[in-house]
């Protein structure tokens, strides 16, 4: 009997030991905030895998993921500390340094540029040059508005000879589906919904990326503060890896990744046809040549230039950003998945 009770007792021991272990090892998490730089939909399985994989957890944090509301407004949250790292357009965290935010890229997402031209085949436009006297309808100052100057430059195009619509973002896509615009710029992202929503009007979708038209330069990357660098060096390798872990097991795993996103409700109004179509046109635009090479996130000296200075050039930027604060490459792990399909 007295055995038994000391065995008994051994064992409250050990459960004790491991809840108290639990708690601290919660307790040692660290509360960090990750913003996504737009309401959350396919695009952003990798992260949504991460938290829910708990791949952020077993690196020791607790990460909360907030919508955004542009890279506009993402690259002021970080830089004011409102949140810790987020997701934004190369071109905007490059202006956001010209500006005296010290932000810094932590890791590509977009290698290839996602800036396209939507039209439908009706409208005879099969090259930028046929944009001339055509109607373009489109947000204004929009990371895809911002860099059309570099795009009509590499083609011969006349900007002065298409008509600017400007309205908002939501109403481009109807609006060119109902023939009011000729055309919009937008982010390839949107391909499948414009694709379906195209054919189902009785319409053949067109999409024209600046990249297959000498204007590819940096899309979507993570960032955080120079100063959380200094500071957390530690934690920010331990998110960095965290997060595309997360990104190469949705790579290799689309569908469980998919279920996992409904699963959190992180946005009920969506399906899981339009999530999967959505995270197969970003695959295109995150397994590049590079990435399969070097690994996935990482960013090249000389892209990076050509990004920085298609922003001076044409993005509004007026100072020359050494190139070594607007990027690292230091945190990234080596990781190269391939497709499942």
Known sequence: MYRLTLKFAGRIGFFTAALLLGALAAQAAEKVTYNSDWLFYGRDLGWFTALDKGLF?????????????????????????????????????IQARAKGMKLRAIGMFHDKSLHAIYTTADKGIRSPKDLEGRTIGVGKGSAPHQMFPALASANGVDPKKIEWLYMAFTVTIPSLISGKIDSTLAFNTLESLFTNKSRAAGKKPVILLYADYGVDPYSSAFMTTDNRIARKPGEVRRFVHAMYKGIAYAVEHPEEAADLFIQGQYNPTTSRKAILAVWDTVMDHLLTPTAMKRGIGHQSRKKMERTRDLMMKFGGVKVKVPLDEIYTNRFLPKLFPKRSN
Request: hydrophobic content about 35%; aromatic content about 6%; glycine content about 16%.
């Open 57 to 93: 957890r077993e690196a020791g944090l607790d990460v909360k993921i907030v919508r955004g509301f542009g890279s506009g407004k993402t690259v002021k949250t970080v830089s004011a500390g409102r949140n810790d790292y987020a997701n934004a357009d190369t071109g905007v965290i």
